[in-house]
Antibody, heavy 124, light 111 residues
Framework: QVQLVESGGGVVQPGRSLRLSCAASGFTFSNYAMHWVRQAPGKGLEWVAVISYDGSNKYYADSVKGRLTISRDNSKNTLYLQMNSLTTEDTAVYYC?????????????????WGQGTLVTVSS | QSVLTQPPSVSGAPGQRVTISCTGSSSNIGARYDVHWYQQLPGTAPKLLIYGNSNRPSWVPDRFSGSKSGTSATLAITGLQAEDEANYYC???????????FGGGTELTVL
C-alpha cells in the first residue's frame, strides 16, 4: 500500500534553516510528481511546491519562492523540502502528497495520497 | 485570503443532504480547470474525496458526489452520518497565479 512518511520537523529559530524529508513506499516513486502542502495551526491548507517525476520541473507558491526548495532522490524514494530564512509565518504542519503520474501536468491534478505530516515551529 | 471561496461552516442532521460550494473565477474553475475535494477529519491528514470534478476514489462511499458549473463547484453529501464531521477543502489550478489553490475550507457539523 502507498505510504508517505514525513520527518525532520521541530522547533527552529527565525532566520535558521531546516530540511524536511518524505520517505515513500508502496509505489514506483520515480513515476510520480510530488507536492508539499502546509497547514498553519488552526488554519486551512496551503500548497507549497511541486516537483515533477524526474525532478526537471519545480513550481512554488509565491509565499515561499526563493526560501524553500523542493528536491527528490529517486534512488532513495525520498522527497525533500529545504527551508531557509525561516519566519514565524512558516510555522505549520507540512504534508507531502502524491501528484499525478508522468505525462500529466503536475499542477492540474489531485493529490491522491498524503503523509501524516511533520510539525515545524519557528520561534525564538 | 483564498481565491477559491467556501462557506466557513455548514451543518445538517443525520440522514440529511448537505452541499458545500466552492466559488472561483475565470482564471481557475471558470477556465475549465478541474476541481478536487478533500476531507480532513480532526487531527488527521487530508484525504482525497473527489477528483476531476465528479469522480470518487475507490475508498469513498457513493454518498459523496461532486459537480461543477461555470465558476463554481459543489460537494454534496447525502445520508449524513456522524463520522462525516470534518473540514472539507476544494482545490484547483489558477492560471493567473500559475499555482495550486485550496479553498479556505468548510467545517461540517452533524447536529
Amino acid at each position: 500500500q502507498v505510504q508517505l512518511v514525513e520527518s525532520g520537523g521541530g522547533v527552529v529559530q527565525p532566520g535558521r534553516s531546516l530540511r524536511l524529508s518524505c520517505a515513500a513506499s508502496g509505489f514506483t516513486f520515480s513515476n510520480y510528481a510530488m507536492h508539499w502542502v502546509r497547514q498553519a495551526p488552526g488554519k486551512g491548507l496551503e500548497w507549497v511546491a511541486v516537483i515533477s517525476y524526474d525532478g526537471s520541473n519545480k513550481y512554488y507558491a509565491d509565499s515561499v519562492k526563493g526560501r524553500l526548495t523542493i528536491s527528490r532522490d529517486n534512488s532513495k524514494n525520498t522527497l525533500y523540502l529545504q527551508m531557509n530564512s525561516l519566519t514565524t509565518e512558516d510555522t505549520a504542519v507540512y504534508y507531502c502528497a502524491r501528484g499525478p503520474p508522468m505525462g500529466f501536468g503536475e499542477l492540474l491534478y489531485s493529490f491522491d495520497y498524503w503523509g501524516q505530516g511533520t510539525l515545524v515551529t519557528v520561534s525564538s | 485570503q483564498s481565491v477559491l471561496t467556501q462557506p466557513p461552516s455548514v451543518s445538517g442532521a443525520p440522514g440529511q443532504r448537505v452541499t458545500i460550494s466552492c466559488t472561483g473565477s475565470s482564471s481557475n474553475i471558470g477556465a475549465r480547470y478541474d476541481v478536487h475535494w478533500y476531507q480532513q477529519l480532526p487531527g488527521t491528514a487530508p484525504k482525497l474525496l473527489i477528483y476531476g470534478n465528479s469522480n470518487r476514489p475507490s475508498w469513498v462511499p457513493d454518498r459523496f458526489s461532486g459537480s461543477k458549473s461555470g465558476t463554481s463547484a459543489t460537494l454534496a453529501i447525502t445520508g449524513l452520518q456522524a463520522e462525516d464531521e470534518a473540514n472539507y477543502y476544494c482545490q484547483s489550478y489558477d492560471s493567473s497565479l500559475s499555482g495550486v489553490l485550496f479553498g479556505g475550507g468548510t467545517e461540517l457539523t452533524v447536529l
